[in-house]
């Protein structure tokens, strides 16, 4: 499969810590029923961490919404299990850039339970900022809630900055397009190294 290179249509495979395969690939509209059933494989803690509700169900609206993407200002990826039978979806993560500050995008990474502590939601993160270097978004800023201290800590440890505004914490994590910017702690260094896997 082709690795990120650009901002067009491309795919990878790579294997998480325990040496499991999962595809890595661009959302599209064809998604909404594996997004339907990722959301139900999600614990309501993890729900609610995503969503800041504990959301049951997606309206087709929704659905639309998230699927239906230019991958350009709204970028989207999915990962979905490569030896399971019909391909489940594993994690998704996405930004969408901020139409009065086009260098800033917000972002959002969810992986499914059984799948965290596996290194999925490193990857997914290190796809976004890849792309996002190349669309020449400066920030990536993400919103967390301060239950969600794994989440929080994590980012903090990559280098983003925490800011508490109206019940969440702004986490705005510089990109440095020769990862310069990426602190010399084990995060980070694990974060480097999904990043020089991906090409």
């Known amino acids: 499969m082709h690795k990120v290179k650009d901002g067009s249509v491309n795919a990878l495979t790579l294997p998480l810590r325990d040496g499991e395969l999962v595809d890595f690939r661009p959302v599209t509209p064809e998604d909404r029923q594996t997004i339907k059933n990722g959301l139900a494989s999600l614990s309501t803690q993890s729900r609610y961490f995503r969503f800041f509700t504990p959301l049951s169900k997606l309206s087709d609206e929704q659905l639309r919404y ?7 200002s ?28 086009p260098t800033i995008a917000e972002f959002a990474v969810v992986v499914i339970d059984r799948y965290h502590q596996k290194g ?26 301060p239950e969600n201290d794994v989440m929080s800590h994590w980012l903090g440890r990559l280098g983003a900055i925490g800011q508490y505004e109206n019940g969440t914490y702004r986490m705005d994590l510089a990109v440095c397009s020769d990862w310069s910017g990426l602190p010399d702690n084990l995060t980070g260094q694990n974060f480097r190294e999904s990043l020089e896997r991906l090409g």
């Open 66 to 72: 998230l699927t239906e993407v230019d991958q350009e």
């Open 120 to 145: 999925l939601g490193t990857i997914l993160m290190a796809i976004l900022y890849r792309l996002a270097s190349i669309k020449q978004i400066k920030t990536l800023r993400g919103y967390v809630l």
């Open 74 to 101: 709204h970028v989207a990826w999915i990962a979905l299990a490569h030896d399971l039978p019909g391909h489940p979806g594993l994690g998704i993560a996405r930004f969408i850039r901020l139409t009065d500050q």
